[in-house]
Structures are given as structure tokens and as C-alpha cells.
């Protein structure tokens, strides 16, 4: 802190050795050494403690360095070298060459006519059209020199001179098989060679040294970049890209350019982002999984966002295709799944205590725009992770009751795999799940009372005393009923099944006590200060209502006479007993 009493005692700390001649010299060196690399190739990095890349915030930013760090084998950007980002590229290129990346998904599904990465079903056009004129106007396969000469130069323009030697070449290899053809017409010929060309390894290699190419100048861009008057707005470190405009071709979502009206940020030059997070964003189909739309999980810490996207590079490496996370149909679902499977191998639930997880599950293309964000809620995401290390089976049978329709052992994963499910959905919104905890129609608690608790008090935030005293009045009320003979155990059980008023919640208490007073119970059910407290006292809250408490009662009478009521259920229905209808499904919802 400067000195206001005293400047001048400042100045005299201020190291007199680095004159601002000095300074001015380093500066001028460190930036002429960043303007002397070309594009092509990765030049070496500056001399620098910064990461050549850097978490940004933003999902497809991110992702893109997720993916770049799984193929390195790295956990952190600053261990990345130019090594790693030369040999990520290696690999990208080699994939988006590929008709069934170029085409089938990245045009399609994320960032249609990209020219970085040749994402565009019309990018062998130039080398099509160029054979085809050749062909016609020579009304054949024998070329003349100059019609070779034009040839090459018209793919040259487009790719490179090797490419245009190699379509020469197998031309010319072809030739005498069609040389004695008698070729009616030529306009149906000139297309077939044409198709012939395009499909053959080195239009597929060529292919791979221009996105090579592209996103090695790109990289060099980041590197020599330095601070201007715009700004990125995804990192804030970097100025803006200008050598291209940002649209939904190269970065997904955005507005299109031909159309600025509609652009988000009204600039007809796209959005303000820097070369840094436009080159990581042509990484991210790397590490998003491929459902109806693109599924992109984003989480924080970052090593949660590793975990997660690992299953879908390593799909990659195993088929050149883009992972179809496993075939769910849902993205909910998926992550779900892969969280309680994680959390298993680990036998860890505390790794995701403190996470932040968020999906973003879209679509990019011509046509339209989709996007979906479904932030998980971290009480949901430790709970769903605890229940599965803690009791699974049991959190099987809770998921089971938010399909319509039943699915046997072995369809649970076929069901869950297709099928949208409400108990995820309630998680989702923050809303109470208790009714799925047991199963009305079997008179069975799904789970054990351990992670009923857990819960209660880490989701609908119930303090552990007033569960304790729940638990209580659960067991005093086993105490009381138990004693009644099966018929009248049923029609007891069922009165509180049917409880949907809070008068009626009322009146099943006090029924139990006249029952206890005449079976001669020594203890009174309740006080009548814990009367007042079981029926006021979480009426208030909208998470714990009375509700809340007849669905906990449900679950520990279920818990502790299952036995007896599945049988009492065998026997035929009395008079007494017609009114009271048996849900098929759990609970009242919250």
C-alpha cells in the first residue's frame, strides 16, 4: 500500500535497476518473438508460466479442453505441451475426414458448414466439378496436357498441389480400362468418374492436411494473440478473432450471418470470441455424447467434467464413431446411470458433495436451433449417488414406480434406456420423491429406513429430531394395530392409504387412540402437544407438509407388517371395507 503520509519513502522502494528503457527492449523482444511464427505448423510456446489453454467457464469451451486433456492423458491444462495439442489435432483431423463425422453428424447435429473443420456435405465439390469439366470437355478420360494443367490448378486452388497430382494420376490409371468404352452420355460418365474420385483414401488424406492446417494456424493464433480494445466474451483474457466471423457455422447456437438481424450480439462479424475458445469449441464433439441431439456435461469441479466425458472419447477410439451413450433416448437418464455406476466402482458417494453439474443437450443445423439446459440440483446429485452405493437394489425399485408401467428385473435397464422416468423428473424440479419410496399395491417399502432418512434430511431438509420423532409415532402405531386381527389391520392400514384432508389425517389419529384405550395400550399414542406438532407444525412448509408425515408413517408400518398385510390382502373383502380403494401406484405427490 502506497504511503499518503510519505510518497517519496515509496518511490525509494521501487528497484531502480529496470529502467523503462530496459523494460521497453524485453517487451519488444518477448513480442517480436510471437509475431515470427507462419501459420501451418505449431511454433514453440513463448516463455511463459500460463497454460497454453485455460478452463473458460463455458460448456463447449470447455468440453473442447476436456477432450484435449483426456486424449493427452493430463488432468490439468498446465501440464498440457504443444505436444499433446499437436497430437490432439493429429487425431481430430483424422476423424472429421471422415464422411460419417463431416456429413452425418457435425453438419447435421453441431456446427453446419464449418470451413475449419470441412464440416459441410459440399467440401469435395471443387475436386467433383473440376474432374467433371475436365472430363467433358475433353469427352473422355484421355486428358490432354493442358487439360491435366487445368485440372491441377482448379484443385490446387482448393487443397493442395498433392491432392491434384494424385486425382491426376489415377485418372490417368483408369483410362485404359474405359478407354475402348463407347460413352453415350458423358454428362451421366463425367459423374460417375467424378463420385469414383471423391470416395478413393487420398481425397480422405487431403482432407485431414487442410483441418491439420486449419487448426494448427488457428492454435498459432492463440499464441501470438495479444491485448486489444475487444475482449472475449467467454474467457475475458483474450482480444476477439477477427480473421473470421463467428457464427453458428464454427461455434454452435449463434445466428448465422447472412441474416444479422437475428444475431444475437447485432454484429454483422458474429460474436466477440478469441481464437482460444473458438479453437477448443471444434474439440467438443470429442467429449459430447450423441443421443437425439448432442449432450454436452458440463461440471465443476473439473475433474467431475473429466469423469463424465471420459465413456465418450473412449467410444471414439473403440469405433470412429460418436458415442450413442449406450442408446438412452433420455439425457437425464444417461447421467443418472453413469453416476450411480461411477460411484460404485469408486465407493465413493463424497466425490460429488460439492459438484456443480449442468446438461446442455441441443441441436445445431440449417434447418433449426434446439437447446435444453438442465442444471441438477446437488441435492439430488448426492442423494442419487448415495443410494446407489448405500442400497441400490432399493433405489432400483424407487425408480421403478415412475414408469406407468412396471419393468421386470431384468427390463429395468431396457426401460430406463427408453423411457422418460417421473422420479428423475421430480429430482430435477426439486420436488418431493417420498410417495416412491413404497409401493402401496404390495404394501412394501422400496428401501431400507438408513437411506429414507438420508433423504429426508439432505433433500426436504427434515432435521434428524423430527424424523427421530416420526419414526416414534411410526412405531407406536405398528404397536396399536398390530394387535388387531387381519381384516381389521387391512381396513386400519388403508384409512390412512386413502388419508387425502388434513381433517381426515386428523381423525385417523384419534380413531388409534380410542383403539389403544380399548385394547387397554397403557401409553397414549401421542401427547397432546406432539398431537398438535405431528398436524401444525409441518404444515407450513411446502416440502414438509402433513402429507410428508403420513407418507413417512406408510413407509414404516409397510417396513414393519409387510408380511401380515400382503396376507390380510389374500383374504375376500368384507362389507365394512367396500368404500376404501387401494392406489396402484406410491404415495400422494407432495
Known amino acids: ?32 518473438q510471437k509475431q515470427s511464427t507462419s501459420s501451418g505448423d505449431i511454433k514453440a510456446e513463448p516463455e511463459t508460466h500460463e497454460p497454453l489453454l485455460n ?29 499433446d495439442i499437436e497430437r490432439a489435432i493429429e487425431f481430430v483431423a483424422e476423424l472429421y475426414a471422415t464422411k460419417e463425422w463431416s456429413s452425418s453428424y457435425l453438419h447435421a447435429m453441431v456446427m453446419p458448414n464449418n470451413g475449419i473443420i470441412l464440416a459441410n456435405p459440399g ?54 480400362k474405359y478407354s475402348n468404352q463407347d460413352i453415350k452420355d458423358i454428362e451421366k460418365f463425367a459423374k460417375e468418374i467424378a463420385k469414383l474420385v471423391v470416395s478413393q483414401p487420398f481425397v480422405i488424406q487431403a482432407l485431414k492436411r487442410r483441418i491439420k492446417s486449419n487448426l494448427s494456424e488457428l492454435f498459432n493464433d492463440i ?41 444475437h450480439s447485432a454484429n454483422i462479424h458474429g460474436a466477440d470470441v478469441c481464437a482460444h475458445c473458438l479453437f477448443l469449441t471444434q474439440f467438443m464433439p ?64 463424497d466425490y460429488w458433495e460439492n459438484g456443480s453439474v449442468t446438461l446442455y443437450y441441443f441441436a445445431c443445423n440449417n434447418q433449426s436451433q434446439e437447446l435444453d439446459v438442465i442444471p441438477i440440483p446437488n441435492s439430488a446429485l448426492r442423494f442419487v449417488t448415495y443410494a446407489s452405493l448405500v ?8 425408480v421403478a414406480m415412475g414408469w406407468r408401467k412396471r419393468p421386470k428385473e ?17 429430482l430435477l424440479n426439486n420436488e418431493s420423491i417420498l410417495g416412491y419410496f413404497y409401493d402401496t399395491q404390495k404394501r412394501k417399502a422400496n428401501t431400507n429406513w438408513r437411506l429414507l432418512a438420508f433423504y429426508c434430511k439432505e433433500v426436504l431438509g427434515l432435521d434428524k429430531d423430527a424424523l427421530e420423532f416420526i419414526k416414534g409415532v411410526g412405531d407406536r402405531i405398528v404397536e396399536t394395530i398390530e394387535k388387531l386381527p387381519d381384516n381389521q389391520l387391512k381396513r386400519r392400514v388403508r384409512e390412512l392409504e386413502n388419508v387425502n384432508r388434513l ?43 402433513w402429507k410428508t408425515v403420513r407418507n413417512l408413517l406408510l413407509f414404516r408400518i409397510y417396513e414393519k407388517l409387510h408380511n401380515r398385510l400382503m396376507k390380510a390382502s389374500e383374504e375376500p373383502e368384507g362389507s365394512e371395507e367396500e368404500e376404501y380403494s387401494v392406489y396402484g401406484v406410491g404415495g400422494d405427490e407432495e
Open 503 to 545: 381433517y381426515q389425517f386428523e381423525a385417523f389419529f384419534i380413531g388409534l387412540e380410542k383403539l389403544r384405550q380399548e385394547k387397554s395400550i397403557e401409553k397414549p399414542l401421542m401427547t397432546f402437544d406432539e398431537f398438535a406438532r405431528i398436524l401444525t407444525s409441518y404444515g407450513e412448509d411446502i416440502n414438509v407438509s
Open 410 to 426: 431384468e427390463q429395468f435397464e431396457e426401460f430406463e434406456r427408453k423411457y422418460p422416468n417421473e422420479v428423475y423428473a421430480k
Open 391 to 398: 442400497d441400490y437394489t432399493g433405489w432400483k425399485h424407487i
Open 286 to 349: 470429442l467429449a459430447a455424447y450423441r443421443l437425439s441431439r448432442v449432450l454436452v456435461i458440463h461440471a465443476y469441479p473439473y475433474d467431475l467434467m473429466l469423469t463424465l466425458s471420459k465413456e465418450a472419447l473412449e467410444d471414439i477410439k473403440k469405433t470412429k464413431l460418436a458415442s450413442n451413450a449406450r442408446g438412452f433416448k433420455r439425457p437425464e437418464n444417461f447421467l443418472f446411470h453413469i453416476i450411480g455406476e461411477i460411484t460404485r466402482r469408486i465407493e465413493r458417494d
Open 223 to 263: 499464441v501470438q494473440a495479444s491485448i486489444g480494445d475487444s475482449i472475449c466474451i467467454l474467457c475475458g483474457k483474450r482480444q476477439t478473432y477477427h480473421k473470421k466471423g463467428i457464427y453458428r457455422a464454427v461455434f454452435p447456437l449463434l445466428g448465422t450471418g447472412d441474416v444479422p438481424n437475428y444475431f
Open 1 to 32: 500500500m502506497i504511503n499518503q503520509e510519505n510518497p517519496e519513502e515509496e518511490v525509494e522502494r521501487i528497484p531502480k535497476e529496470k529502467t523503462l528503457e530496459k523494460f521497453l527492449m524485453n517487451t519488444h523482444v518477448k513480442i517480436s
Open 123 to 176: 467440401t469435395t465439390g471443387p475436386i467433383s466439378t473440376a474432374v467433371k469439366n475436365a472430363i467433358k470437355q475433353e469427352n473422355g478420360l484421355e486428358l490432354s496436357e493442358d487439360a491435366k494443367k487445368e485440372l491441377t490448378k482448379r484443385i490446387a486452388k482448393n487443397f493442395d498441389d498433392l491432392l491434384a497430382n494424385e486425382v491426376v494420376m489415377f485418372l490417368e490409371s483408369i483410362s485404359q
Open 55 to 83: 478452463w473458460t467457464g463455458h460448456p463447449f469451451v470447455d468440453a473442447g479442453l476436456v477432450a484435449i486433456l483426456l486424449l493427452s492423458g493430463k488432468e490439468k491444462p498446465e501440464g498440457l505441451t504443444k505436444e
